[in-house]
């Protein structure tokens, strides 16, 4: 696949397979290799490339206030915390949404996806205070993510980073060796698992992409692609901006008002998320769904019924492959969108104008305590 300007690894085909596609209404010839790098990342591991991230250092005696004015999240956490946040307009509409980890004192990295590269940095530099500067790292620095049960005891064997559980906490970071190379290694997932993500000098990452191939041979280590990853993230219940939020959508619609710390500190948007949250339930939310029948595929824009009524339509939809159906998450727009009357509610999904009955939720199916990737 392509995006901004990258060319990235859809799904990988194996056993002689043509890798190309072969277009169809139903499951295409992916569809099984997929299925299976998405069953490896659950019950193994999994290695992808996110080179393509958009990353920024931000760096500085203001950068903190800059950052801090900028995301809805507290970014003042110790250095090695990682922070995941939204930045808000001042409608309190989603502009961005990335993950910002402090590496020191006043030195800050930026992560976002490759689709809103520019447009996150445009938005950065618009806002900046003071003494802070900007350097873009996106060209220079690949990016791999190891995911899995089995990604701590694959990681280990090439870098003397201690990765237990108690040492290397979920959400925090540290440069560190891994295959003799320095790196930035963060603990985090979009995947909904146990995982790190590796930022490394473009130069040095095919040395280290081997050293964990290799090291992950007795583990079943599986190359993933980005179908996978999608549908990873939609059992999980994910969001990904441009898609599940934007600039006209706010937080509590998008079901992220947890991240927004407005009792810490002031930020852009945070008068009217103030005002937007006192209003109470709002009559649009992400809700996500589940379909009962195992053998439809649901992509986006599939409208969603309740009550022979269209109330919304889905913004990312996939084959959940440890579910057993497809699934998506969409906007609903009702009166009273409690979780207690979207659980019970009778939603449908309509695909080439036939109906589909659903289970609906306003959290991912999958571990929805999230208790695996903090494991």
């Not at 099984?32 to 991230?53: L, P």
């Not at 146990?194 to 992409?209: Q, T």
């Not at 002031?266 to 209003?279: E, M, Q, S, Y």
Request: aromatic share 10%; charged share 20%.
């Amino acid at each position: 696949g392509e995006v901004g300007g990258y060319e990235r690894p859809n799904w990988f085909a194996r056993n002689g397979a043509k890798p190309e596609y072969q277009y169809s209404y139903k499951r295409q010839n992916w569809f099984e290799f997929s299925a299976a790098e998405h069953r490896a990342v659950r019950e193994a591991v999994g290695m992808y490339d996110v080179s393509s991230f958009g990353k920024f250092r931000v760096t500085g005696s203001d950068a903190l206030a800059t950052l801090q004015r900028l995301s809805c999240a507290d970014i003042a956490v110790p250095v090695g915390g990682l922070v995941y946040t939204q930045w808000l307009n001042t409608r309190g509409g989603i502009e961005a949404d990335l993950t910002i980890a402090r590496q020191a004192e006043a030195v800050f990295l930026v992560m976002t996806g490759v689709a809103s590269t520019y447009r996150d940095s445009w938005h950065l530099r618009k806002n900046l205070l003071g003494d802070t500067f900007v350097e873009d790292l996106s060209a220079a620095y690949a990016c791999l993510a190891i995911q899995g049960p089995q990604a701590r005891t694959v990681l280990a064997k090439v870098t003397d980073c201690d990765l237990s559980n108690r040492a290397f906490t979920f959400a925090t970071g540290c440069l560190t060796k891994v295959a003799g190379v320095e790196v930035w290694l963060q603990r985090i997932s979009y995947t909904g698992e146990l995982g790190w993500e590796l930022l490394i000098p473009a130069s040095a990452a095919p040395r280290v992409y081997q050293a964990l191939w290799q090291a992950g041979l007795t583990e079943d280590i599986c190359n993933v692609g980005l179908h996978a990853v999608n549908s990873l993230r939609l059992e999980k219940g994910f969001r990904h901006w441009g898609h599940d939020m934007g600039p006209t959508d706010n937080l509590q619609q998008a079901g992220l008002a947890f991240t927004a710390k407005p009792e810490v500190k002031d930020f852009i948007g945070r008068d009217v998320f103030l005002a937007t949250k006192a209003v109470g339930l709002p009559e649009r939310r992400l809700v996500q769904f589940r379909l009962h029948d195992p053998e439809p595929l649901l992509y986006h824009h599939e409208p969603i019924v309740f009550d022979e009524q269209i109330v919304g339509y889905l913004t990312s939809g996939m084959y959940g492959h440890s579910l057993g159906s497809a699934i998506g998450m969409g906007y609903v727009n009702l009166p009273n969108l409690t979780a207690e009357n979207i659980r019970t509610g009778a939603f449908e999904i309509e695909i080439a104008r036939k109906r589909f009955t659903v289970e609906a939720s306003l959290h991912g199916f999958y571990d929805p305590t999230g208790a695996r990737m903090r494991a």
